[in-house]
Structure formats: structure tokens, C-alpha cells
């Protein structure tokens, strides 16, 4: 789905961003991901939190394009958008991501127990891959967001 079908079904609205909007995404993303390997925890709560931190790196792209999400099911739109976003080389990666939406729905409003230890494992290590691959687009694309 087109950037522009998202925004015309209001799923998408346009939106100015700043350097500053963007390092306090950082900020929540290096505290997400350092919190999911907080072994302690659950591995539903491990895998929650490193999935918000994809969410928010994934947000960042939208921002730099000019949007923001809008409305009911903006999780799922992020990961449309992140695939109008990006080479088609990430697209798996954000098929990957809404699949891990879908499992973190369950497992945040349903079901307990749902997300094994290597799913977690599996999800960190790839917020951490995608973490650098958000930063080296940035730094090449919008170096002017860079604090």
C-alpha cells in the first residue's frame, strides 16, 4: 500500500519533524532494548519491549518522510509504511515486524506465556541489527536529524 493510499484513508498524516523529536526516540529505543535483556523478566515482557523499540525505529523513517501515523491500528501502518519506506532488501525484516505485532497483541491483551525464550532472543537481536541499519540511513539520508 502506497504512502499516499495510507494518507488518503487517514491512516497517515503529514507532520514536520525535528532533531530533537528524534533523539527522544533514540532515548525510548536504547532504553527498550536495553530492558528487554533484563533476564529477570517474562519472555512476553522481553519481547514486548524490544518490539516497541522496532515500532519506534521504524518510526523514525515515517517522521523523516514528512508523516506520522494517524487513527486505529497504527502499529500495523507503521509496518506498511516501513515497506513503501525502505529497499525492498528490509521488506522480510517488516513482514517479520508485523508478525511480532500480531504476537505481541496476544500476549499483551490475551494470553500469557505465548513468546518462548528464543523468540525474545530472536527479536532482540534483531531490534539491536535494525537499530544500526536505522541510524546508517539517517546518517546518509537526514544527517541534518543527527544530535
Excluded at 504512502?3 to 507532520?15: E, F, K, T, V
Excluded at 486505529?72 to 522480510?92: C, D, P, Q, R, W
Amino acid at each position: 500500500m502506497s504512502l499516499s493510499q495510507l494518507l488518503n484513508q487517514g491512516r497517515l498524516r503529514r507532520h514536520r519533524t525535528s532533531k530533537s523529536e528524534i533523539a527522544e526516540l533514540f532515548q525510548l529505543i536504547k532504553r527498550d532494548i536495553q530492558d528487554s535483556k533484563v533476564k529477570g523478566l517474562s519472555s512476553d515482557r522481553r519481547f514486548a519491549t524490544a518490539y516497541n523499540a522496532v515500532l519506534q525505529l521504524a518510526t523514525i523513517f515515517i517522521y523523516c518522510k514528512g508523516y506520522r501515523t494517524d487513527g486505529i491500528g497504527h502499529h500495523a501502518t507503521v509496518f506498511k509504511a516501513m515497506k513503501e519506506l525502505l529497499e525492498e532488501k528490509h521488506h522480510s525484516l517488516a513482514d517479520y515486524f508485523d508478525s511480532c505485532r500480531a504476537k505481541r497483541n496476544i500476549t499483551d491483551y490475551s494470553h500469557a506465556g505465548m513468546v518462548s525464550e528464543k523468540e525474545a532472543e530472536e527479536l532482540i537481536g534483531e531490534a539491536e541489527k535494525f537499530l544500526q541499519v536505522t541510524l546508517k540511513w539517517l546518517k546518509t539520508n537526514h544527517p541534518n536529524l543527527i544530535k
